[in-house]
T-cell receptor
Framework: KAGVTQTPRYLIKTRGQQVTLSCSPI?????VSWYQQTPGQGLQFLFE???????NKGNFPGRFSGRQFSNSRSEMNVSTLELGDSALYLC??????????????FGPGTRLTVL | DQQVKQNSPSLSVQEGRISILNCDYT??????FLWYKKYPAEGPTFLIS?????DKNEDGRFTVFLNKSAKHLSLHIVPSQPGDSAVYFC????????????FGSGTQLTVLP
């Protein structure tokens, strides 16, 4: 089974621009979550989509948005980029929302640099 | 408010010795805990987990211990190998809910040959 894929792997943008990142989950997985990883902050949860609906949301400003398509692929958009948005953006998939085993499977991430 | 804390940002251990990574949590509702390992330029990968009904779970060289009264868990790696050098994240969740995993900030483990 193919793993979680993310595109692009690296991205350089300037302040004020907007960016769209893409994530394809493991086949059969209907949940896609997005995380921001910065040094010393660990993985900060952005949002989770399940069956095209946002189910959970982290504490990020409205500049961060996402969506999920009927094939479970997901996109994340950041508008009006700020320097502090420079981070590794990770996507993770799981086959259900709740249950005893909540292992998530992560993609390699998109490294976003904002200049 | 960090509900899951990894207070040691880094740890260095000699090859063959034991590595102990620690994690504390504050939310008493958490009842399932996971450890992930992350190499540079890769996403985190699941390593081992433990349910709150247990106090120990073992998988090969990796053992996770849970002390519910202290709200503390630890990951033991014995013996440590240079390939174990990575960032280790602990995560917690309320298993019966649709809530997200809550991650700690990670500990960089370096195993010296």
């Amino acid at each position: 089974k193919a793993g979680v894929t993310q595109t692009p792997r690296y991205l350089i943008k300037t302040r004020g621009q907007q960016v769209t990142l893409s994530c394809s989950p493991i086949s059969g997985h209907r949940s896609v979550s997005w995380y921001q990883q910065t040094p010393g902050q660990g993985l900060q949860f952005l949002f989770e989509y399940f069956s095209e609906t946002q189910r959970n949301k982290g504490n990020f400003p409205g500049r961060f948005s996402g969506r999920q398509f009927s094939n479970s692929r997901s996109e994340m958009n950041v508008s009006t980029l700020e320097l502090g948005d420079s981070a590794l953006y990770l996507c993770a998939s799981r086959d259900r929302l709740a249950g005893a085993h909540n292992e998530q499977f992560f993609g390699p991430g998109t490294r976003l640099t904002v200049l | 408010d960090q509900q899951v804390k990894q207070n040691s940002p880094s740890l260095s251990v000699q090859e063959g010795r034991i590595s102990i990574l620690n994690c504390d949590y504050t939310n008493s509702m958490f009842d399932y805990f996971l450890w992930y390992k992350k190499y540079p330029a890769e996403g985190p990968t699941f390593l081992i987990s433990i349910s709150s009904i247990k106090d120990k779970n073992e998988d090969g060289r990796f053992t996770v211990f849970l002390n519910k009264s202290a709200k503390h868990l630890s990951l033991h790696i014995v013996p440590s190998q240079p390939g174990d050098s990575a960032v280790y994240f602990c995560a917690a969740v309320v298993s019966g809910s649709a809530r997200q995993l809550t991650f700690g900030s990670g500990t960089q483990l370096t195993v010296l040959p």
